[in-house]
């Protein structure tokens, strides 16, 4: 059985030591001093540890049921459920006025890492709802926020979002479900979504589908479409539950991971809905709750890496297997733990600099969120528009590759469902398909953010870089920092400008090399916190009463990622230099 231990310390100094965030000007962060938050991560790391990881292996292997109708959920989910609502977990980020505790999203991050890492599926039920009430809270009216708002804060009624059909995935303007405007000003919607995540279950009162139909006089493709709230059951003026709407789950899917998560086939037979939003404008109104949701799967997928990482390290340093070379590390046993080996060693290494990596850009980005919300900054509203594809698109494929590698400590025992490294893998690689597929954070990199404002916020992005090395560039001890940073932000530059000049005249050239892209500018980022978290490392060794190894190991984690990960840039470069030419020689017929 695999275990979890919450990252409070690492997850301390991201906040405190990186970020600074109790002498930051955003509003709310100052109230965030270290004891406030330590005491939020422990209480968040009990629920985690003793309440949600311990449902992870049982959920998983039980799964979810459809009987008569109703979705079941596994033994002990409702009870864990119960718990993390009575803690008001939910509204940890979310607005005073309807029950929330109005903390900074940063600080909703920094537990909901803890809390994916400790039961993914189970943790999906909380973020979808959180996904739709950031919908509603940015268009619904205010009587819909009174209505739906206070309930899905403290979750006795949960959320959903419905964008996919079965023959529409990526491609949102092919959908053929309907909305047809009633007297009374609501609308009857009919069609069918498929895959609909946390879709029905057996934990809250109500489930708040958020539904993307067509109402008629949009027109044709995405423009089309608009969004509605469509509840399982009606609510009343005075909030009480009326009768049961007219949608209801067709099955539950059969799927790789995240078995204890309902992913749903929604059918609507003429169930009533409400417009949130402006009419044949619900693609907008959905991406503010998808913008949000990117950011929380690009999490998902470095969170299931730091799990697995976190079971890894504890195998190698137990399992005894051969002799260190140099000479025997426990000659009284029978073998040596396997964390002795180079190459155990470079697996382990590889997780570990690319989950603290992770985790600190991820965080980072999430005080980007709180700068653009709580002080109206377009700049970092800019900016994180920009790194959002690349927090979801690559922290979710490397957190994949890293639950492999973890489960490849493991040797045949990572193969064998009983030590959990495959459910890790399993649920981790949902995370690279579902809000847009990867190859599509690609796209919306290199086609929409790279350009988007005359490409201002990638030229910012570059500054951040540079200013960061110039001002730094004195202090020899960051040498083996700034050196690669600065080889891998022109690496970045260079693939920019070759999409720039390209991008035009030969589309291909680009689209060709997108993936690329977003992987050599993920490198960058982590590149640049990791820099940022070297040098917040060597200043806390300047203290006397700082906890040295923790410190002393941070800067060696960091100085591996510049060594072995940052190269990497070099050979995507040239991938995408390469152009389309190779990518698109076969004609159809010869795959
Ligand atoms: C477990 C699970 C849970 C899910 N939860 C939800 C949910 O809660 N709500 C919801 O609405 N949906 C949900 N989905 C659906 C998910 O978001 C879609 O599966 C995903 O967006 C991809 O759509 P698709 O499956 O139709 O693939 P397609 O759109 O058919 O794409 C197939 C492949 O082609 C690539 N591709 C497509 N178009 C292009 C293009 N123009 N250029 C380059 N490459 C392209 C894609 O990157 C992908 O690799 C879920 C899916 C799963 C499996």
Same mark, same amino acid.
């Given at each position: 059985?695999?275990?979890?231990?919450?990252?409070?310390?690492?997850?301390?100094?991201?906040?405190?030591?990186?970020?600074?965030?109790?002498?930051?000007?955003?509003?709310?962060?100052?109230?965030?001093?270290?004891?406030?938050?330590?005491?939020?991560?422990?209480?968040?790391?009990?629920?985690?540890?003793? +309440?949600?990881?311990?449902?992870?292996?049982?959920?998983?292997?039980?799964?979810?049921?459809?009987?008569?109708?109703?979705?079941?959920?596994?033994?002990?989910?409702?009870?864990?459920?119960?718990?993390?609502?009575?803690?008001?977990?939910?509204?940890?980020?979310?607005?005073?006025?309807?029950?929330?505790?109005?903390?900074?999203?940063?600080?909703?991050?920094?537990?909901?890492?803890?809390?994916?890492?400790?039961?993914?599926?189970?943790?999906?039920?909380?973020?979808?709802?959180?996904?739709?009430?950031?919908?509603?809270?940015?268009?619904?009216?205010?009587?819909?926020? %009174?209505?739906?708002?206070?309930?899905?804060?403290?979750?006795?009624?949960?959320?959903?979002?419905?964008?996919?059909?079965?023959?529409?995935?990526?491609?949102?303007?092919?959908?053929?479900?309907?909305?047809?405007?009633?007297?009374?000003?609501?609308?009857?919607?009919?069609?069918?979504?498929?895959?609909?995540?946390?879709?029905?279950?057996?934990?809250?009162?109500?489930?708040?589908?958020? +539904?993307?139909?067509?109402?008629?006089?949009?027109?044709?493709?995405?423009?089309?479409?608009?969004?509605?709230?469509?509840?399982?059951?009606?609510?009343?003026?005075?909030?009480?539950?009326?009768?049961?709407?007219?949608?209801?789950?067709?099955?539950?899917?059969?799927?790789?991971?995240?078995?204890?998560?309902?992913?749903?086939?929604?059918?609507?037979?003429?169930?009533?809905?409400?417009?949130?939003?402006?009419?044949?404008?619900?693609?907008?109104?959905?991406?503010?709750?998808?913008?949000?949701?990117?950011?929380?799967?690009?999490?998902?997928?470095?969170?299931?890496?730091?799990?697995?990482?976190?079971?890894?390290?504890?195998?190698?340093?137990?399992?005894?297997?051969?002799?260190?070379?140099?000479?025997?590390?426990?000659?009284?046993?029978?073998?040596?733990?396997?964390?002795?080996?180079?190459? +155990?060693?470079?697996?382990?290494?590889?997780?570990?600099?690319?989950?603290?990596?992770?985790?600190?850009?991820?965080?980072?980005?999430?005080?980007?969120?709180?700068?653009?919300?709580?002080?109206?900054?377009?700049?970092?509203?800019?900016?994180?528009?920009?790194?959002?594809?690349?927090?979801?698109?690559?922290?979710?494929?490397?957190?994949?590759?890293?639950?492999?590698?973890?489960?490849?400590?493991?040797?045949?025992?990572?193969?064998?469902?009983?030590?959990?490294?495959?459910?890790?893998?399993?649920?981790?690689?949902?995370?690279?398909?579902?809000?847009?597929?990867?190859?599509?954070?690609?796209?919306?990199?290199?086609?929409?953010?790279?350009?988007?404002?005359?490409?201002?916020?990638?030229?910012?992005?570059?500054?951040?870089?540079?200013?960061?090395?110039?001002?730094?560039?004195?202090?020899?001890?960051?040498?083996?920092?700034?050196?690669?940073?600065?080889?891998?932000?022109?690496?970045?530059?260079?693939?920019?400008?070759?999409?720039?000049?390209?991008?035009?005249?030969?589309?291909?050239?680009?689209?060709?090399?997108?993936?690329?892209?977003?992987?050599?500018?993920?490198?960058?980022?982590?590149?640049?916190?990791?820099?940022?978290?070297?040098?917040? %490392?060597?200043?806390?060794?300047?203290?006397?009463?700082?906890?040295?190894?923790?410190?002393?190991?941070?800067?060696?984690?960091?100085?591996?990622?510049?060594?072995?990960?940052?190269?990497?840039?070099?050979?995507?470069?040239?991938?995408?230099?390469?152009?389309?030419?190779?990518?698109?020689?076969?004609?159809?017929?010869?795959?």
């Amino acid at each position: 059985m695999p275990s979890y231990t919450a990252p409070t310390k690492d997850l301390h100094f991201v906040l405190h030591d990186l970020l600074q965030i109790s002498t930051s000007d955003v509003p709310g962060y100052a109230d965030l001093d270290a004891d406030f938050t330590s005491a939020i991560l422990e209480e968040a790391a009990k629920l985690g540890q003793n +309440v949600m990881a311990p449902l992870n292996a049982s959920g998983d292997a039980e799964g979810c049921r459809l009987e008569n109708g109703m979705v079941y959920t596994p033994k002990g989910f409702k009870h864990a459920f119960d718990q993390i609502k009575a803690g008001g977990w939910n509204g940890l980020d979310l607005p005073e006025d309807f029950g929330g505790q109005n903390l900074p999203y940063l600080i909703g991050s920094a537990v909901g890492e803890i809390f994916v890492s400790a039961n993914m599926a189970l943790n999906m039920y909380q973020g979808l709802t959180h996904g739709a009430i950031s919908a509603i809270l940015a268009h619904g009216s205010d009587a819909q926020k %009174a209505t739906y708002l206070p309930k899905m804060v403290s979750m006795d009624w949960t959320g959903t979002m419905n964008l996919t059909e079965p023959h529409c995935g990526t491609d949102l303007g092919l959908m053929r479900t309907k909305a047809e405007p009633q007297a009374d000003g609501s609308y009857k919607i009919t069609g069918q979504k498929i895959f609909i995540s946390a879709g029905d279950h057996d934990m809250a009162e109500n489930v708040i589908h958020l +539904v993307l139909a067509k109402a008629p006089g949009g027109g044709a493709g995405t423009k089309g479409i608009s969004l509605f709230i469509v509840p399982k059951f009606l609510v009343g003026e005075d909030g009480s539950l009326g009768a049961r709407n007219g949608v209801s789950v067709g099955s539950i899917e059969e799927k790789m991971g995240i078995h204890a998560n309902a992913t749903c086939v929604m059918n609507y037979d003429a169930a009533t809905g409400y417009l949130i939003g402006d009419l044949h404008k619900g693609m907008r109104a959905m991406f503010t709750m998808m913008n949000e949701a990117r950011i929380g799967v690009g999490l998902q997928g470095y969170a299931q890496a730091a799990v697995a990482y976190d079971n890894a390290r504890a195998y190698a340093l137990d399992r005894l297997q051969g002799r260190d070379v140099t000479g025997a590390k426990n000659p009284d046993g029978p073998a040596d733990p396997l964390i002795v080996h180079p190459d +155990v060693r470079r697996m382990l290494m590889d997780q570990k600099s690319f989950v603290e990596g992770a985790r600190a850009f991820t965080l980072w980005g999430a005080s980007l969120i709180d700068r653009a919300h709580r002080m109206q900054d377009k700049d970092a509203d800019g900016l994180i528009s920009l790194l959002t594809p690349v927090i979801k698109g690559f922290l979710t494929d490397k957190g994949f590759d890293m639950c492999i590698q973890a489960q490849q400590v493991y040797g045949g025992h990572g193969y064998i469902e009983e030590w959990g490294m495959s459910q890790f893998a399993r649920d981790a690689r949902i995370a690279m398909i579902y809000e847009g597929a990867n190859g599509v954070q690609a796209l919306d990199l290199v086609g929409r953010k790279l350009a988007q404002d005359s490409g201002k916020h990638v030229m910012a992005f570059f500054e951040i870089v540079k200013t960061f090395i110039k001002e730094n560039e004195n202090d020899a001890r960051l040498e083996g920092f700034l050196v690669p940073l600065k080889a891998a932000s022109k690496d970045l530059q260079a693939a920019a400008m070759f999409f720039m000049q390209r991008g035009m005249k030969a589309p291909n050239d680009a689209l060709a090399g997108s993936t690329d892209f977003m992987h050599l500018f993920g490198h960058v980022c982590l590149g640049l916190v990791w820099a940022r978290m070297a040098k917040a %490392a060597y200043a806390a060794l300047e203290s006397s009463t700082s906890d040295r190894d923790f410190y002393d190991a941070k800067i060696a984690t960091g100085r591996y990622y510049m060594a072995r990960h940052l190269p990497a840039t070099a050979l995507h470069l040239a991938r995408i230099q390469s152009g389309a030419e190779t990518v698109m020689a076969l004609d159809a017929a010869h795959f």
